[in-house]
């Protein structure tokens, strides 16, 4: 799952385990852009156009190393 923490700094976006929620991995916002239907174009930070609908699997179910066993 995703887990976006706002401090004073700014925002953190982590990607961490459904199951005992450990953090797997940091994310950024270009990894958790999707495009819903619109006139908007959405690029990332190299400039390519952000076309994917919906977040990829390994992001809406994520398991760390000792809940896969």
Do not use: A
């Not at 690029?43 to 809940?67: A, V, W, Y």
Request: charged fraction near 35%; charge should be negative.
């Amino acid at each position: 799952m995703i887990r976006v923490k706002f401090t004073s700094s700014g925002q953190e976006i982590s990607k961490v385990c459904n199951h005992c929620g450990c953090h797997i991995d940091d994310l950024t916002v270009e990894d958790i852009m999707v495009k819903k239907p619109s006139d908007l174009t959405i690029k990332d930070k190299d400039g390519n156009e952000i076309t994917r609908t919906e977040l990829p699997e390994e992001l809406k179910t994520c398991s760390c190393e000792m809940c896969n066993d």
